[in-house]
């Protein structure tokens, strides 16, 4: 990974289920996991603090992801949605627009873990988070628009959020 401060960690035992169409916790071989759906779109989300570190640039998430079968492709979006004090109706989602890992190769081996990178630049793309802020993540498979998608379920073990160096 690159150089830059860890802003945050996101496992599957804190994540929060979208309203519909959310992943779902399913352990492998006691390593816990997010399963999503090879034919539906499915997300998953966190909500944490910003830590006062952040100096407010772009970042990087890694994606920790496997799948059932070992052929095909993933495609992957991440969104950040800023929370803040007083800046978001939290009665409705205002994320910004996802950044997009697609075509991510699913591991050769089965059980195997493939690490992907979205990167994002600061400002419109970060949702304007600030220092200290609260926000929330979003992950997507965009399994729909998947060509030459795995016909297993990906497996999301962890993802990592890092200031871009």
Known sequence: MAAGNRLAEYFP?????????YATYKPRNAHPMLEF???V???AMWS????DFYDNGGALAYIFFGAELNAGIVDWDVCLERIGDQILDIDVDSFA?????NN????????????????????????????????????TRGATGETGGTAGKAQLLMMVLQETP
């Open 13 to 21: 035992q804190g994540y929060e289920p979208t309203l519909t169409n």
């Open 37 to 39: 759906s090879n034919t």
């Open 41 to 43: 779109d499915q997300s």
């Open 48 to 51: 944490r603090p910003m830590p």
């Open 97 to 101: 627009a996802p950044q997009s890992a």
């Open 104 to 139: 991510c190769t699913v591991p050769a081996v089965s059980g195997k873990i493939h690490v992907v990178t979205i990167a994002f630049t600061d400002g419109a793309q970060m949702d304007g988070i600030q220092a200290g802020e609260a926000y929330r993540i979003k992950i």
